[in-house]
Structure formats: C-alpha cells, structure tokens
C-alpha cells in the first residue's frame, strides 16, 4: 500500500466503522446512480455478517423448548412489525394513526435489525417505482437471485437514506433521530433479550440458560427473520402464479404468505399496493391484515384502506 492510497484506507475505514452507530453520515446519491456498482462494503457489513456467525453459538449453548419458544415468538412479533408498519405504514400509508403510536412502531419495526423506517420506506417506494427495471435495487430479473436476496443493501451507494422519497415523514424530528440512531434501539433490545433469559433462567422448570435465550432469541430469531422478509425480493419474483396483469414479475405464493404473515401475495400488492390488505380473497390468509383490523378496534389506528371493486376485478390474467 503506497503512502498516498494508506490515508484514504483509514478514511474509509474509519467512515465505514462510523456507520455503525451513525447512519446520518452520508449523503444520498442522486436517483440515476442506482443500483450503482455491485461492491460489498465489507468493514460497514461486519455486524451484518457477525449476526449470522453468531447463530453457530448454538453448538455450545445447546437447545431447549424454551429457547425455541421465544425464538419463534421474537420472529413473529418482528415480523408483524415489518409487515403491519415498516411495510404497510411507513412505505404505502394504508392507514392512519397517532404520532405517538407511529413512533412506538416504528421502535417496533427497528428491533428487527433492517434499518431506519426512512430508509426502509425510501428504497421501497423506489422499488415500486421501478419494479424489476434496472434501478429496482433488488430485483432478481435484472441482478440475480442472491444479490436481489441479500447483498443489495451491502453496497455504499444504498447506505444512506433518500430523505426525498419519504417527505412526510421525515418532516418528525423523533423519526428522523431513530432513524439515524437505530443502533441505540439494536443495542437495546439485545439487552432485553438478555434481561429474559436472565428471568427464564430462574425457572428449573423452563430448563433453559440466560446465554441459550440469548442465541436463540437474538442471533437465530433475527437472522431467520432476515431471510424470511428478503424472500420476498427474490422468491416473490421467481416461484407463484399471477393473477394481475402488472409490469413486473411479481408473484402470489401461499408458502411464502404463511412465512411471512401475509407478503406472500405479492403479485396482489403490486397491482394495488395501496391497500391495507394484501390477501385479497378471504381463503388468501393474510395474518398481518388481522392483526391490523383487531388494532383498529382498539383506537391505534383507523382509515384502513380496502380493494376498491374495480381494481379487485380489473386487469386480471385469470
């Protein structure tokens, strides 16, 4: 390494471990640069990958049914949380709710460990916009299966958030620290991870350790979690049948339904991604979809936004 490339080394380097804890850092590019050149940013992605190594600890913490438990309770309360608010709220507002309860969502929707609710919301309203076109950042058409899966985000050019696709709501101060700030709320759930299996622990009956709820309710629940929301990109666009005639290869798939509380009916969604559900028919089970209708009794949240007859009938291939 020559004197001249070594300063420029650290810098990157040093931005790089930066964004570890400061997403606001850096400067959205502008639109046409997308998807930009396909370039993992190793040293920024270390938590990332560290994540998924993690899950190994399995080998020495052992299992137990306990552990599985809040592992698999973890995954589905996360994945309402992607699904009902990053997804459903932040990117399409298919419903209404208080600004109090929009900040607790979208503390919900970061324990998941996949960024910001800007930066969520800003990359999938690009992603509709430009759906299975070349600057549709994680579509397996246009990029292949596994960088449409998961090495799209890994890239400097999508770190920072496009605060101009997202203007109502980065007009809130809170939304905008959490946001920036996301690491605080990782960190924070990690520590109430810990603090549960230290309570678990105390129970000879539960047959479980604070360390074995902690792998398995942090590392295993959240990389399974990760993988379950990103089928989405890729296995929505490759494996279903389509009902709707849309511009783009999205798909329908129950499994994938199942898997992730409802976003299976993908093909639906892009053909009126305005709406709150997205299992149109009542046989398309779409848990996400009930789970909001039983919050709307309660106050959390009204205006839920139906399937117009019109778009449930129109532009269909079968």
């Not at 994540?51 to 589905?76: K, N, Q």
């Not at 101060?173 to 959490?178: G, K």
Request: net charge positive; charged share 15%.
């Amino acid at each position: 390494m020559s004197k001249t490339t070594a300063p420029r080394f650290w810098t990157r380097f040093g931005l790089s471990v930066l964004r570890w804890f400061d997403s606001g850092n850096a400067q959205a590019p502008d639109a046409k640069a997308y998807p930009g050149p396909k370039k993992v940013e190793w040293v920024r992605n270390v938590p990332y990958f560290a994540m998924h190594a993690a899950c190994l600890l399995v080998i020495w913490v052992g299992i137990s049914w306990t552990a599985v438990a809040v592992a698999v309770a973890l995954y589905y309360f996360r994945m309402f949380a992607i699904t009902g608010f990053y997804h459903r709220y932040f990117s399409h507002k298919t419903f209404k709710t208080s600004r109090a309860f929009q900040f607790v969502m979208a503390v919900c929707g970061l324990t998941a460990i996949q960024r910001g609710p800007l930066w969520w919301a800003a990359h999938h309203r690009h992603h509709h916009v430009h759906s299975d076109e070349h600057p549709d950042l994680h579509s397996p058409k246009q990029h292949g299966m596994l960088w449409s899966h998961m090495f799209w985000f890994t890239t400097d050019t999508v770190f920072a958030t496009n605060h101009k696709n997202v203007k109502d709501l980065a007009k809130y101060p809170e939304i905008r620290f959490l946001n920036r700030h996301e690491t605080l709320i990782y960190l924070a759930f990690a520590a109430f991870v810990l603090g549960l299996g230290f309570l678990l622990a105390q129970f000879d009956v539960l047959n479980t350790s604070v360390m074995q709820v902690f792998v398995w309710g942090f590392f295993i629940s959240t990389v399974f979690n990760y993988h379950a929301v990103y089928t989405i990109n890729s296995l929505s666009h490759k494996f279903g049948r389509r009902r709707y005639k849309t511009t783009d290869t999205s798909k329908n798939n129950f499994w994938l339904a199942l898997l992730t509380l409802g976003e299976g009916w993908h093909n639906n969604h892009h053909h009126y991604p305005s709406s709150v559900r997205q299992g149109f028919y009542w046989w398309e089970i779409d848990i996400t979809y009930y789970i909001l209708r039983a919050m709307s009794w309660t106050g959390l949240i009204w205006d839920l936004r139906g399937v117009p007859e019109k778009k449930l009938l129109g532009n269909r291939l079968a």
